[in-house]
């Protein structure tokens, strides 16, 4: 199974998001319907080196921070920012061609949303409800692969598929950071009058084919080295480091590496727990806090 780790760098980012959220609190006025929390859960995703929709070799700790307001008969709008790793290698596919691909490659992923909230329940009389969400979200995603020593190589400086090369105009260099749509389901529980704790299962639908940097077809080895150097070349095709196939030759110009056919997606699936802000249904998480609040 895979790591569920995350470096020191990610929980840094991850703190200062909170705090920056958390400190809301100390101006917020007693408007009621808000609430502050954290979520919880794993990540993984589906594209090229994942044929997969759930994979628990490439599934990762995910932990995130929400801010959530009450707008209207149910609805509410939302704010999150999750911290997680994707990844995917050819080594777990079933199918025998794609192992001999042999790529792979990691990811850090820095995601933003805001999102619409509708609950089918009034949890402040009922104290549970189930509720869908959808938005708009923009993410940050850098993939890289290791070389025989273990250290990084990131991949898009590579133009592994000929991206920004001037023999493929056609192929664009992908950028770092793009947007997605955010969607997915959850229930919630309202445990006491300050702290509300739920799961839910959020999807990412992505606008880009090159979260594993995998797309489209090899390109021309001699334009690749040339262009980018050895390295490109290497990192793009790893059929060589398996045993018996040293020998292999380098794929042709236009064989087939990966399908531009369908998008790149990443999942979260965990746990929330949120505090109510706010004076009377919504006030105890602020008084408890010390935070001041205002009538």
């Not at 703190?15 to 006025?29: P, S």
């Not at 009389?125 to 290791?146: D, L, Q, S, W």
């Not at 070389?147 to 192929?171: A, C, F, I, M």
């Not at 955010?182 to 999807?203: M, T």
Request: net charge neutral; hydrophobic share 35%.
């Amino acid at each position: 199974m895979g790591r569920k780790t995350l470096n020191p760098y990610t929980l840094k980012k991850v703190i200062f998001t909170l705090g920056l959220l958390f400190a809301f609190c100390t101006g917020l006025y007693a408007q009621g319907g808000m609430e502050l929390g954290a979520f919880l859960g794993m990540s993984t995703y589906n594209g090229d080196l994942q044929g997969e929709r759930i994979n628990l070799d490439e599934s990762h700790l995910a932990v995130g921070a929400l801010f959530r307001k009450y707008v209207y008969k149910g609805l509410d709008v939302r704010l999150g920012a999750t911290f997680t790793t994707l990844s995917g290698a050819d080594r777990h596919s079933s199918s025998g061609s794609t192992r001999l691909r042999n790529l792979d490659f990691k990811t850090f992923v820095s995601d933003f949303q805001l999102l619409a909230e509708y609950n089918f329940m009034d949890i402040t009389e009922r104290r549970f409800t189930p509720y869908v969400f959808a938005g708009i979200g923009v993410y940050h995603f850098n993939p890289y692969t290791a070389d025989s020593l273990s250290n990084k190589v990131y991949l898009q400086p590579l133009s592994t598929e000929g991206q920004g090369l001037s023999e493929y105009p056609d192929r664009d260099p992908y950028k770092l950071t793009q947007l997605s749509i955010p969607f997915g389901v959850g229930v919630k529980y309202a445990i006491n009058d300050q702290i509300n704790i739920g799961a839910e299962l959020s999807l990412r639908k992505t606008f880009t084919d090159y979260l594993d940097d995998v797309s489209n077809t090899y390109v021309d080895r001699n334009v690749l080295e040339k262009e980018r150097g050895a390295n490109a070349a290497y990192f793009a095709w790893r059929t060589k480091e398996l045993p018996g196939h040293e020998n292999d030759p380098y794929p042709a110009d236009g064989s087939f590496r990966g399908s531009p056919k369908h998008k790149d997606w990443y999942y979260f699936a965990g746990l929330t727990v949120t505090f109510n802000l706010g004076s009377g249904r919504y006030g105890g998480a602020l008084r408890s806090l010390n935070c001041p609040t205002y009538q």
